[in-house]
């Protein structure tokens, strides 16, 4: 390979190794956003079932809650990678680096605001105000977790991270 071929050669993996890098769409981070959000949503939900029929206190349901919404947040990117063919080990590690700063983002964002809306903490499963409260705060959590995983996908962290096994 002469010289010349060489470096378009070189130039061209140069370019293709960066791909992911660089500005990320809002479209691509609103996706992972809404993605993370789903495994979020049902876990935490099912959480606060769980943690409300076995008469918990607050700070038990809560702590279940977010350990499920963790827990479902990861699965559901597990599950993707792992259909792409990845093995256990190496999905496990996708999923952790893929979900990690969203989902904690989002859990701390959408738990601070139930916990600062007055009387959402002690409002029953049965009660608008307990929805209200835990569906407000999914909204404030995707506004604020967007540019959050926007900014990560741009730098080739969190969702990128999947995208490379779709």
Partial sequence: MDHAAHHHEH??????HQHGHGPASWSMAAKATLHCLTGCAIGEILGMVIGTWLRWGNAQ???????????????????AVRRAGLDLKSAVKVALAADTVSIAVMELVDNTIIALTPGAMDAHLTEALFW?????????????TTPVNKWMIGRGKGHAVVHAYH
């Avoid at 809650?65 to 599950?79: D, E, K, M, N």
């Avoid at 209200?132 to 604020?144: E, K, M, P, R, W």
């Fill in 61 to 79: 349901t809560m702590a279940l809650a977010i350990g499920l919404a963790f827990l479902f947040g990861y699965s559901f990117t597990l599950f």
């Fill in 132 to 144: 209200y409260a835990l569906l407000g705060g999914f909204a404030v959590a995707f506004l604020l």
């Fill in 11 to 16: 130039q061209h993996h140069a370019g293709h």
